[in-house]
């Protein structure tokens, strides 16, 4: 009996090991298909990107400020939504004249495909920094959530002027972990997004700022990700959550930022 009912719980952790890596993008990634409006209803102006990455077209806005920039940001964004949720942190910045590329993964909003493994979504910015930087130098690299992991990536690979991180995990193991610890994540996952070891690598400046109420990614994790950047580094903490850190304190924290380093 007992022998019975062990191999009944062994089954159905196997079960559910089996069901985490089938299922890990649909756990992870929550993308909102369509975009249902454009920066024009914010008045903002912008040209439209179709950028290839792989087999998928990755749609991408540049959004300029009015009178043009002369620093341009790539905006990573997180694992829900996509970039038409991302518009006021936009305006906000293209307000203090930096201009701002949004672009959506492959399965997010209009751009086609789907996300499978970890390499797809630096793939994917990849891409757009690639068609930025043709047209324009500095680039700063902002990743939001989920994105930091994507941002670092990049910030390690080009040569960006800096890198910020807003509500980012310290890696996808390590916060994933905080709510599965029971499973063998480390050989189930198919992502890893170790931001924080790849700090070690840059070369370049890092702002890093996390909501001190964030609910969904412990402010730890904000403060982990400091103490493992490199110099020079910023600090900046947010009264708030993950949900409501006010767009304009963010982009005066990133436009004091990005002055301090020029």
């Not at 559910?16 to 102006?45: I, Y």
């Not at 499978?116 to 043709?134: H, P, W």
């Not at 989920?146 to 080009?158: C, D, F, I, M």
């Not at 890198?163 to 499973?183: D, I, K, M, P």
Request: aromatic residues 10%.
């Amino acid at each position: 009996m007992l022998i019975g009912m062990t191999c009944l719980a062994l089954l159905g952790y196997l079960s559910l090991c089996a069901a985490v890596w089938h299922w890990q993008t649909r756990l992870l990634l929550f993308p909102r298909v369509g975009l249902t409006r454009s920066p024009k209803e914010l008045g903002l102006s912008f040209e439209e990107w179709q950028v290839p990455s792989g087999s998928s077209q990755i749609v991408a806005w540049k959004i300029a400020p009015a009178g043009g920039a002369s620093q341009w940001v790539l905006h990573c964004h997180g694992n829900g939504g996509n970039i038409d949720g991302r518009l006021e942190l936009a305006k906000e910045l293209c307000q203090r004249g930096i201009g701002v590329v949004l672009f959506d993964y492959r399965g997010y909003g209009r751009s086609t495909g789907a996300i499978t493994r970890e390499g797809e979504l630096f793939d994917d910015a990849q891409a757009v920094y690639d068609r930025l930087a043709e047209l324009h130098q500095p680039i700063w690299i902002y990743g939001e959530s989920l994105g930091g992991g994507v941002a670092s990536y990049l910030a390690e690979k080009n040569a960006c002027k800096g890198l910020v991180l807003q509500s980012t995990f310290t890696s996808f193991l390590e916060r994933a972990g905080e709510n599965y610890g029971f499973l063998p994540l480390s050989v189930l996952s198919r992502f890893q997004m170790n931001t924080r070891a790849r700090l070690a690598n840059l070369k370049v400046p890092v702002l890093v700022i996390h909501g001190n109420r964030d609910e969904v990614i412990g402010f730890r994790h904000g403060q982990a990700l400091f103490a493992a950047a490199k110099e020079p580094k910023s600090w900046v903490e947010v009264n708030g959550g993950f949900h409501d850190l006010p767009e304009d304190v963010l982009a005066d924290a990133v436009a004091a930022w990005m002055a301090k380093v020029d």
